[in-house]
C-alpha cells in the first residue's frame, strides 16, 4: 500500500466509540506498517473537556483492545500518541471554530503538514450541516496546492429518505466541493467486497457468463447475530432498511451488477455504480407488498440463552414498528440482467453473522443425470463470503468413483486464510488511508446515494402511509420469518443457508 500524504486528521465527535474502536485503533494499524508519515497528526475532536494526556490514555485503551498490531507494536503506542491531540470545542459555536484553527496551525507549524486537513465527522447527522458551514466560515474548507487539500468523511446515515438525503448532498456541496467528500460506507472497505471486482474483472472465466444468459438469479445475505446492542435509540428511528439496505446491500449488489469500468479509478467505478442504481427497476406498492419481507425479532432462547425481543431492547418504544429484519426481491431493467431476479436480505438476531454474495447459475437444458438424490440441477453456485471466513467457493456435480453415474454436488474453495503471509487490512484502514491519498474509488458518491434513496423510497413511504403493511414477528435465533422463502417462487429453489446447527453451543457454515 502507499505511504499517506502527511496531513492532520480531524475527528469530530472524537469521545465517542467510533473514534475509540475504530478509528483511532485503524490509525496506530497504518502507523504501525509505516503508513502515516511521521509528519501527521490527529488532532481529535469533542464537547467533552479532556487533556491530550487523557485522551491519549484513552486511545491507548483502544489500540491495546482493537488495534491487529496493538500486541505485536506495543512499543511504537507511545511514540504514535505522541502525534495525538485533543481539542475541546463546542461544534454549534462558529466563534469556538477559532480554537479549533489555531490549533491546527500550530500543530501545522510544529509538524509540518502542509496545510493538509482531513476532517472525519464521527458525529450525530445532525451536525452535517453544521460542521461544514462552520468550517467554511473560518475558510478550513479552502484549498490550493500553496494551502494544502481538505478532504471530509461523512460517515452514514447520509440522510433519512430521498428528500433529506438530496438536502444534505445541497448543504455540503454549500461548503465543500464533491471531490472534496468522502461518503464512507465501511462495506466499501472489506477485502472481499473489492474482490468482488478482481473475481469478475481479472479472470476471463467469469465475466462471459455473467449475464442473464447463464445466471439465473443472484442473493445477497447479510446476517447479524447480535441485537441492536444499546444501539435502540437509533436504531429505532432507522431500521434494516435505512440501516443495511439503502447503502451496504445496494452497494454490494452495485459491484455485482455493475459494467466493466474503463479504468479501476473513482470516477469510472462510481459511473457504473451510479448505472445500476438507475436502471432498478422502480417499486410500486403492489411490488413492496409482494416482493418486500420486513421482520422484527422477538424472545427466544438462542442456544440455552434467553434474548430479549426487539420491543423490549433499551431505547426501543415498545410498539415500536420497526424492521430488523428485511428480504427482498428486485430487478435490474438493463441489457445485462434483464429479467434476473435479485433477491437480498439481511437481519439482526439471526442465527450467525455471515455475509454472502450468491451467484446461482442457470441449471443444464436438460437433466441426464437423474435420480440422483446428492446432486441438484440447479446446483452450480458460486458463492463469494464477504465475511466471517473469506474466500471463495464454487460447487459444482462430480461423477461418483464407480459403476453407473452417479453424481455428487462438491466444493471448490479458496479461503482467505490460506495465503498466510497476507495481512488483511480492517475496512476502516483501507478507507482512511485512501481518503489521505485522495482516492474515492471506494466511497459513495453523492448521486448514487441520492440514486439508491430514489429505489427505497417507496417501500419507506408504503410502511409509513399503510398502517396495515404487514410486520411479521419472527424468533431472536432463526433465519427471520418464514413467509421470506415464498419469495423465491421456483420449484427447488430457496435461499442459501450456509450454516447449521452442530450442538447447543456450536454453529458451522460452510464455505
Ligand atoms: C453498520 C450498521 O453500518 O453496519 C450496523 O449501522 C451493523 O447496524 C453494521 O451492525 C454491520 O457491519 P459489519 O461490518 O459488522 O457487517
Known amino acids: 500500500m502507499t505511504k499517506a500524504e502527511d496531513h492532520i486528521l480531524v475527528i469530530f465527535g472524537a469521545s465517542g466509540d467510533l473514534t475509540y474502536r475504530k478509528l483511532v485503533p485503524a490509525l496506530f494499524d497504518l502507523y504501525a506498517q509505516g503508513l502515516l508519515g511521521n509528519k501527521s497528526a490527529i488532532l481529535g475532536v469533542s464537547r467533552t473537556q479532556l487533556s491530550d494526556?487523557?485522551?491519549?490514555?484513552?486511545?491507548?485503551?483502544?489500540?491495546l483492545a482493537f488495534a491487529n498490531f496493538g500486541e505485536e507494536s506495543k512499543d511504537k503506542i507511545d511514540l504514535f500518541l505522541k502525534s495525538t491531540f485533543y481539542q475541546?470545542?463546542?461544534?454549534?459555536?462558529?466563534?469556538?471554530?477559532?480554537?479549533?484553527?489555531d490549533r491546527l496551525e500550530h500543530i501545522d507549524a510544529e509538524f509540518g503538514n502542509n496545510g493538509n486537513f482531513l476532517y472525519y465527522l464521527s458525529t450525530p447527522p445532525n451536525l452535517y450541516k453544521i460542521i461544514p458551514e462552520n468550517l467554511a466560515h473560518h475558510k478550513l474548507n479552502r484549498q490550493s496546492k500553496s494551502i494544502g487539500w481538505k478532504r471530509i468523511i461523512i460517515e452514514k446515515p447520509f440522510g433519512y429518505d430521498l428528500k433529506s438525503g438530496i438536502a444534505l448532498n445541497r448543504d455540503l456541496l454549500?461548503?465543500?466541493?464533491?471531490?472534496?467528500?468522502y461518503r464512507i460506507d465501511h462495506y466499501l472497505g472489506k477485502e472481499t467486497v473489492q474482490n468482488l471486482l478482481v473475481t469478475r474483472f481479472a479472470n476471463g472465466i467469469f465475466e462471459p457468463l455473467w449475464n442473464r444468459n447463464f445466471i439465473h438469479h443472484v442473493e445477497i445475505t447479510t446476517s447479524e447475530s447480535i441485537g441492536v446492542e444499546g444501539r435502540g435509540g437509533y436504531?429505532?428511528?432507522?431500521?434494516?432498511?435505512?440501516?443495511?439496505v439503502q447503502n451496504h446491500l445496494l452497494q454490494v449488489a452495485a459491484l455485482v451488477a455493475m459494467e466493466p469500468p474503463t479504468t479501476i479509478e473513482a470516477t469510472s467505478i462510481r459511473n457504473e455504480t451510479l448505472k445500476v442504481f438507475q436502471s432498478l427497476r422502480p417499486l410500486n406498492d403492489r411490488n413492496v407488498r409482494n416482493h418486500v419481507i420486513r421482520g422484527q425479532y422477538t424472545a427466544a432462547k438462542v442456544r440455552g440463552k434467553q434474548v430479549v425481543g426487539y420491543r423490549e431492547e433499551e431505547g426501543v418504544d415498545p410498539d415500536s414498528r420497526t424492521e430488523t429484519y428485511v428480504a427482498m426481491k428486485y430487478f435490474i431493467d438493463n441489457w445485462r440482467w434483464g429479467g434476473v431476479p435479485f433477491y437480498i436480505r439481511t437481519g439482526k438476531a439471526l442465527p450467525t453473522r455471515v455475509s454472502e454474495v450468491v451467484i446461482h447459475f442457470k441449471p443444464t437444458p436438460h437433466t441426464l443425470f437423474i435420480d440422483n438424490k446428492d446432486f441438484s440441477n440447479n446446483g452450480n453456485l458460486l458463492?463469494?463470503?464477504?465475511?466471517?471466513?473469506?474466500?471463495?467457493?464454487l460447487k459444482f456435480g462430480m461423477k461418483i468413483p464407480g459403476a453407473g453415474f452417479e453424481v455428487k454436488n462438491v466444493n471448490m474453495d479458496f479461503h482467505y486464510s490460506d495465503m498466510k503471509q497476507t495481512y488483511v487490512p480492517s475496512a476502516y484502514e483501507r478507507l482512511l488511508l485512501d481518503a489521505m491519498l485522495g482516492d474515492a474509488t471506494l466511497y459513495a458518491r453523492g448521486d448514487a446515494v441520492e440514486a439508491a434513496w430514489g429505489f427505497v423510497q417507496p417501500i419507506l413511504d408504503y410502511w409509513k402511509n399503510d398502517p396495515d403493511a404487514a410486520l411479521y414477528g419472527y424468533p431472536a435465533?432463526?433465519?427471520?420469518?418464514?413467509?421470506?422463502?415464498?419469495?423465491?417462487?421456483?420449484?427447488?429453489i430457496t435461499w442459501r443457508y450456509p450454516?447449521?446447527?452442530l450442538a447447543e453451543d456450536g454453529i458451522y457454515c460452510e464455505l
Open 53 to 63: 494526556e487523557v485522551f491519549r490514555e484513552k486511545m491507548k485503551k483502544g489500540i
Open 88 to 101: 475541546s470545542l463546542n461544534t454549534f459555536d462558529v466563534s469556538d471554530y477559532t480554537l479549533l484553527k
Open 174 to 181: 454549500k461548503f465543500f466541493k464533491e471531490d472534496q467528500l
Open 235 to 244: 436504531y429505532d428511528g432507522s431500521g434494516a432498511m435505512r440501516d443495511m
Open 383 to 393: 458463492v463469494i463470503r464477504i465475511q466471517p471466513d473469506e474466500g471463495i467457493l
Open 477 to 492: 435465533g432463526s433465519w427471520g420469518p418464514e413467509i421470506a422463502d415464498q419469495l423465491i417462487t421456483e420449484p427447488e
Open 499 to 501: 450454516c447449521r446447527n
